[in-house]
């Protein structure tokens, strides 16, 4: 016999997630109630994963519970902010409890270490797709943003990027990895690790951030947008993974690593007075300079002798077409 909504909730959504304090009131009322910070700002960000536009048709439940809060701190982690409570509106096709155990658990293991209380949500019948809302806390006018870039500036990266669009092309049967690195990479698509404690380290240094969901260079590109500027980055400079380096050409590996979304790393800018802080608030092997912020509109690639790199160039242009065909999907359908 199939359970009811009310049967899911209680279930699967209201017991074993992280307790908290401030949670007055969570899963059963009519709403929420919870008590903030009277000296912090509120930060909230909602995501959506949606079945074959986020998520391939057979990602593990355990991951997709995983993925849609990762994404969701991620957003948090680029304000500079402390993740606190979610809520979950979830549409799914049917009942199937080995499915909503195994997406709960996925869920629930990330809001553990993230320390996030599920205190509502929603639950309804159609195609499967996941919306997270998340709510966390920043000190009073700390938060980082888009804008705020200056000339000069120079632009960083936290961890690596690309790898999960090279997860995404082995899922797709695009290309064909060596196991333990089809492995790594595809764990590093289902799994993004949402960078908290960089972002947060960040406030006080960094001039403007963003995570990178859609791809390094339009992702970048909003800062641009944003703060008003232009840049230079250079492609040898991009921090590439052993499993992008082994897999592919190094003009290839550029191409993933400026256009494939899905990577959850923070891009962020600082000012040259703030380098010596930066050096103090992260690991030096946790982020890396990538280029520099300039008064000129526009994002220019160059490469290591200078000379200008076109993003997609042809020679590659099957392959990348197919890779950048599946990431402007994503990014048509994405809703945010
Ligand atoms: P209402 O009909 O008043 O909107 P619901 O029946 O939708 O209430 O929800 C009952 C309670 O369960 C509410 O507290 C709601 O926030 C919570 N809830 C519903 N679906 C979920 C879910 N997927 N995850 C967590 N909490 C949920
Ligand atoms: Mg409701």
Redesign the pocket.
Known sequence: MSIT??D??TNY??KDYPKRSDVIL???????LCTMPADKQLVIATDTLIENVHFPPKTRPEDIGYKALAVNLSDIAAMGATPAWM????TCPDTDETWLSKFSSGLRELAETSQVS??????TKGSLTITIQIIGFVNINSALQRRGAKPGDGIYLTGTVGDAGLGLASIEKRLVLARPLQKIVEMRLHRPTPRLSEGKALCGIASSAIDISDGLMADLGHILKASGVGATIQVDKLPLSKAVRDSLSAETAWNFALSSGDDYELCFTVPPENETALKEALPANSYTRIGTIERRNGLRCLDSNGRMFMPQESGYEHFIKLNIGANSRQRRNRTR
Not at 26 to 32: P, S, T
Not at 87 to 90: E, F, R, V
Not at 118 to 123: E, K, P, S
């Open positions: 909504e009310f899911i909730i959504f209201s969570g899963v059963g009322d009519d709403a929420a809520t979950l509106a979830l599920l205190i509502g949500g929603d639950t």
